[in-house]
């Protein structure tokens, strides 16, 4: 079997097989590039009191308990207890903390003022989770997902041979039309000795 009809059909038969992960990786990756700009799937993140002040050197007043207390009187049943948080993110330079609860909502805390400056629900790590596989079940990110990136390498590289493969024959085409063969060359000079 020729190289060239068995990278053909290994690319052909390659995407039928990667054809579902790709595509929910390739929308879930494109919707994730523009978290920052589209608020329904990342809230923005505000400024609290700290970002503005132009000598906020020294570290906030409020009390992790009290930044916290703002976040579960806003939201009780997203922050009732410690364990309903997936995780704390502190931004010094925006003067805020983010407390991001497991069912995805979250509050942003003035560090300085406890004052609740944001509460919205946060589908971008939703998103990340269907990216990566491992919204489906905990398997499907190596089973499935990972062997599918591998195999669109293989595509990618299989592609990239069959793109330039073409322009190699044409070249080579090319070079045997201006180059005069060395086999006839030889039989010319061979008939002359003889004749």
Not at 36 to 59: H, Y
Not at 110 to 118: F, W
């Amino acid at each position: 079997m020729k190289i060239n009809k068995l990278l053909r059909d290994v690319h052909y038969w390659l995407s039928l097989v990667v054809l579902a992960p790709l595509g929910v990786m390739i929308i879930a990756g494109i919707i994730l590039m523009l978290k920052k700009e589209i608020a329904w799937i990342q809230p923005p993140t505000r400024a609290g009191v700290l970002a503005v002040q132009d000598d906020a050197s020294d570290p906030p007043n409020a009390r992790l308990d009290d930044l916290f207390q703002t976040a579960r009187l806003a939201k009780p049943d997203a922050f009732n207890t410690w364990q309903s948080l997936d995780r704390v993110e502190i931004k010094p330079d925006k003067g805020i903390i983010k407390f991001v609860s497991t069912s995805r909502w979250e509050a942003q805390v003035d560090l300085q003022t406890a004052e609740l400056l944001q509460l919205a629900y946060r589908r971008s790590d939703l998103i990340e989770q269907i990216h990566d596989g491992s919204f489906f079940a905990d398997w499907t990110k190596l089973y499935v997902f990972l062997p599918a990136g591998g195999l669109l390498l293989i595509m990618w590289a299989t592609g990239i041979y069959l793109l330039i493969l073409p322009h190699w024959a044409r070249a080579r085409k090319k070079r045997r039309k201006t180059t005069p063969h060395i086999d006839g060359a030889i039989k010319i000079v061979a008939g002359r000795t003889h004749g």
